[in-house]
T-cell receptor, first 118, second 114 residues
């Protein structure tokens, strides 16, 4: 079945480092990718929506220069946390809508990336 | 504004019991889709069940069923014969029409005790 592969699953790095998270759609084309951030014991917070070949749409309060999103192909979307600081430590998840015209198609989620900035 | 409210931050029941998680939502749209997602400690997001708003019949998936009350904008999840593996965070969510963006509830932490 359709799967979204998200890498890395866990990354620890020093403050000031830029970190790239990749989400690849396997066996389907992901024209749209949602990027979420999740704090412990909280719900998913939508950060941005990326569409293949166009600029991402960021939610209010999300710094686009801090969280760079690229969706250059139908199977790959990336989120780069630039100059990461400890407050950027969190769990990041991507998801892509399933194919088909019915929007009750299940979203395909990546397994998430745990980012820890020291 | 479109919102989802899950009023139970945490629940715990004994194994084999039945538990119901509540969810209410708000939207002015008429064409929308409702979902329950499960997030176990591994943090994977797993679709439990989904319901099209235009369908009156409540969705069921094995031990999982919903009570969809459209007029009341209520979408509760019933888990029958609960199992230890059901321990997880449960999120209620919906999307409207052809907009794939999901609106999420705050989640309910469900603990199944042996």
């Amino acid at each position: 079945g359709a799967v979204v592969s998200q890498h890395p699953s866990w990354v620890i790095c020093k403050s000031g480092t830029s970190v790239k998270i990749e989400c690849r759609s396997l066996d389907f084309q992901a024209t749209t990718m949602f990027w979420y951030r999740q704090f412990p014991k909280q719900s998913l917070m939508l950060m941005a929506t990326s569409n293949e070949g166009s600029k991402a749409t960021y939610e209010q309060g999300v710094e686009k220069d801090k969280f760079l999103i690229n969706h250059a192909s139908l199977t790959l979307s990336t989120l780069t946390v630039t100059s990461a600081h400890p407050e950027d430590s969190s769990f990041y998840i991507c998801s892509a809508p399933g194919q088909g015209v019915r929007s009750n198609q299940p979203q395909h989620f990546g397994d998430g990336t745990r980012l820890s900035i020291l | 504004a479109q919102t989802v409210t899950q009023s139970q931050p945490e629940m715990s029941v004994q194994e084999a019991e039945t538990v119901t998680l509540s969810c209410t939502y708000d939207t002015s749209e008429n064409n929308y889709y409702l979902f329950w997602y499960k997030q176990p400690p591994s943090r994977q997001m797993i679709l439990v069940i989904r319901q099209e708003a235009y369908k009156q019949q409540n969705a069921t998936e094995n031990r999982f069923s919903v009570n969809f009350q459209k007029a009341a904008k209520s979408f509760s999840l019933k888990i029958s014969d609960s199992q230890l593996g059901d321990t997880a965070m449960y999120f209620c969510a919906f999307n409207v029409g052809s907009n794939y963006q999901l609106i999420w509830g705050a989640g309910t932490k469900l603990i199944i005790k042996p």
